[in-house]
Nanobody, 126 residues
């Protein structure tokens, strides 16, 4: 599967952005999906994940209550709605697709994903 992330940009603190990740192929619903981010000089970190049906989600503590992950299997797209953005949310955001069992140990780890998109830059100004 090929993944194409979009929707990044420059936003002021307190603002909102919605990221999208479009997947190629007809097997999108067979993957759980995740969003990760990488700030300059830092490791890539988990942000949010969603199960194949969309019925279950996981979030990192740093974004819980502010970000919402969702998916539309008919459109082969996963979204990340980001509200109340903070300067520390500044990073390149990556979407990823995984084939294993949707449990926290897999879904919140980079090693739990098989395919990655190219990333989209989010910059939050103070």
């Amino acid at each position: 599967v090929q993944l194409q992330a979009s929707g990044g940009g420059l936003v002021q603190a307190g603002g909102s952005l919605r990221l999208s990740c479009a997947a190629s192929g007809r097997t999108f619903s067979s993957y759980y999906m995740g969003w990760f981010r990488q700030a300059p000089g830092k490791e890539r970190e988990f942000v949010a994940a969603i199960s194949r049906s969309g019925g279950n989600t996981y979030y990192s503590d740093s974004v819980k209550g502010r970000f919402t992950i969702s998916r539309d299997n008919a459109k082969n797209t996963v979204y990340l709605q980001m509200n109340s953005l903070k300067p520390e949310d500044t990073a390149v955001y990556y979407c990823a697709a995984g084939r294993m069992v949707f449990i926290p140990a897999q879904a919140t780890s980079k090693t739990g994903y098989d395919y990655w998109g190219q990333g989209t830059l989010v910059t939050v100004s103070s």
